[in-house]
């Protein structure tokens, strides 16, 4: 069975840092690509970022040089250093984790920014 697991989420000050981390079982994690979505009210999910098997990484341009993403693939897990918050970023932030045509999503973890 596969489980993602994200946590971190919390209300913060606009200007603060949050790290949110994805605990991942089930699967070969390092052959997966890991990617943070975020779904905010009223719109769609967006990718945020993500992190293939080897490493390349690849950000929203709304979150460069602000967010990023890393992975360690001894302890199944996936994170994201979120600095420089603004409240455009509150949004429920989802772990993904795909192989090829294959993909699985956690249940989200909510991110309040207040300004």
């Known amino acids: 069975q596969v489980q993602l697991v994200e946590s971190g989420g919390d209300l913060v000050q606009a200007g603060g840092s949050l790290r949110l981390s994805c605990a991942a079982s089930?699967?070969?994690?390092?052959?997966?690509?890991m990617g943070w979505y975020r779904q905010a009210p009223g719109k769609l999910r967006e990718l945020v970022a993500a992190?293939?098997?080897?490493?390349?990484?690849n950000y929203a341009d709304s979150v460069k040089e602000r967010f990023t993403i890393s992975r360690d693939n001894a302890k199944n897990t996936v994170h994201l250093q979120m600095n420089y918050l603004k409240p455009d970023d509150t949004a429920v932030y989802y772990c993904?984790?795909?192989?090829?045509?294959?993909?699985?999503w956690g249940k989200g973890t909510l991110v309040t920014v207040s300004s």
């Open positions: 993904n984790a795909r192989y090829f045509t294959q993909g699985y």
């Open positions: 089930g699967i070969i994690f390092s052959l997966h690509t």
């Open positions: 992190i293939t098997s080897g490493g390349s990484t």
